[in-house]
């Protein structure tokens, strides 16, 4: 399955319900909802089951993060060659648990255009979703940290950051898929999210450490098309 808006994509952060094959069982249940609901759903494994995982599904496959280098001397970083090579399709870039400087985050955008992957660069707060429009990246997700986690979506609880969010991106570059993220856990959560102009929701806990994951998903998915 192409990205395709609204998607939703799943970070499977280093949780153990997404690590080795619970990641992979759980990548799979992501390739049914999707197919079941025909919505694009993106997840995004741990750098040492990316390559297991692309191989093994067919709905696109993100990296958590790569790098701004270039291949030689960098030793425990993440070379975006290696990304692209182990099967995947883009990336997320600065999440609050892996942050970069606005230096790093231009570099590795231009990177990912340069292999033909997609960025999804995160933000915490519409101004800096905006200072990162002007970097040209495919997608963008706005997520306050502080709610990140809590199971208090950001779409209900501050729903005045995500149309702020909308409004200053789409003034520096009206095409960009804009994303939500934090606190994202009912399939009311991702409705309202699109309600207020997004394309799709950014999620981590409220799918991996659900009971029943592919259940989740298939009501995220079913809500993308309220």
């Known amino acids: 399955m192409k990205l395709q808006n609204p998607m939703i ?11 080795g094959q619970n990641a992979l069982q759980l990548a799979k249940q992501a390739e049914k909802a999707a197919k079941e609901t025909g919505t694009c759903i993106v997840v995004v494994p741990q750098p040492t089951d990316l390559k297991t995982i692309a191989q093994s599904v067919e709905i696109p496959v993100f990296a958590q993060h790569i790098d701004p280098i ?6 425990g970083h ?15 870039i600065n999440h609050s648990e ?13 990177l990912c255009k340069q292999q033909g992957l997609t960025s ?20 963008t997700s706005v997520e306050p940290p502080e709610l990140i986690g809590t199971g208090i979506s950001v779409s209900k609880a501050k729903p005045e950051i995500v149309t702020d969010t909308v409004k200053l991106v789409h003034e520096v570059n009206p095409k960009m898929t804009i994303l939500c993220g934090a606190g994202i856990s009912a399939a009311d959560d991702v409705a309202i999210a699109l309600k207020l102009g997004t394309q799709g929701v950014l999620v981590a806990s409220g799918i991996v450490k659900a009971k029943d994951p592919y259940s989740v ?5 079913e809500a993308t098309k309220q």
């Open 217 to 221: 998903l298939c009501a995220f998915g």
């Open 9 to 19: 994509i799943v970070n499977f952060k280093t949780y153990l319900e997404s690590t």
């Open 120 to 139: 999804c660069v995160c933000a915490n707060n519409p101004s800096v979703s905006a200072a990162v429009a002007a970097m040209q990246p495919d997608i």
């Open 78 to 92: 993440i070379l975006v060659e290696s990304v692209k090579e182990a099967g995947a399709v883009g990336t997320l």
């Open 98 to 110: 892996r942050q970069l400087r606005l230096i790093d985050i231009d570099a590795t955008i231009a």
């Open 70 to 75: 270039k291949p030689g001397n960098s030793t």
